[in-house]
T-cell receptor, first 115, second 111 residues
């Protein structure tokens, strides 16, 4: 069964450093998403991406964040200058459609720890 | 005002019984509703979605939607210890792509 994959599974970085989180969405999906979950809190939407551009983003997704689909398979989230409060689990998700039946399938996540 | 509300639990249910999980939402523009299961330290795993009023069944799971009451629920029949997890309700509003999640209900199935 196709699944979303993410690398790395864990990332430890120093405050102020740049990190890139990588995702390979399900191959025939067209919509891609990043969510995050701070420990003990709810899953929060960051950004959605369709047709090589951002289609929706949240207030969390400020200028420190960027997304890219550098090739036909990878989807990346870059945090330019990490802060302590960026420590969270980051989930990539993908869906075939964005309509009412557009089910989003989540990858296993990258646990980011900013020291 | 919270957009998607769930009782955080924990909800304890004996093995073999029916577990009932509830979710309310505030945005009347909400279009579709998703139930995810999340084991500790893992990612959300899609169980099922519903977008029409009424019941939708998938195996041991039944989702129920009442848009007038802004209420969606998930019933798990013949509960198994492996069903012990946090259950997340997520809502999509018409015209948006994002899912808005509740805080989840922690379910424990007692053998």
């Amino acid at each position: 069964e196709p699944e979303v994959t993410q690398t790395p599974s864990h990332q430890v970085t120093q405050m102020g450093q740049e990190v890139i989180l990588r995702c390979v969405p399900i191959s025939n999906h067209l919509y891609f998403y990043w969510y995050r979950q701070i420990l003990g809190q709810k899953v929060e939407f960051l950004v959605s991406f369709y047709n090589n551009e951002i289609s929706e983003k949240s207030e969390i997704f400020d200028d420190q964040f960027s997304v890219e689909r550098p090739d036909g398979s990878n989807f990346t989230l870059k945090i330019r200058s990490t802060k302590l409060e960026d420590s969270a689990m980051y989930f990539c998700a993908s869906s075939w459609t964005s309509g009412e039946s557009g089910s989003q399938y989540f990858g296993p996540g990258t646990r980011l720890l900013v020291l | 005002q919270k957009e998607v509300e769930q009782n955080s639990g924990p909800l304890s249910v004996p093995e073999g019984a029916i577990a009932s999980l509830n979710c309310t939402y505030s945005d009347r523009g909400s279009q579709s509703f998703f139930w995810y299961r999340q084991y500790s330290g893992k990612s959300p795993e899609l169980i099922m979605f519903i977008y029409s009023n009424g019941d939708k069944e998938d195996g041991r799971f039944t989702a129920q939607l009442n848009k007038a009451s802004q209420y969606v629920s998930l019933l798990i029949r013949d509960s198994q210890p492996s069903d012990s997890a946090t259950y997340l309700c997520a809502v999509k509003v018409f015209g948006n792509e994002k899912l808005t999640f509740g805080t989840g209900t922690r379910l424990t199935i007692i053998p």
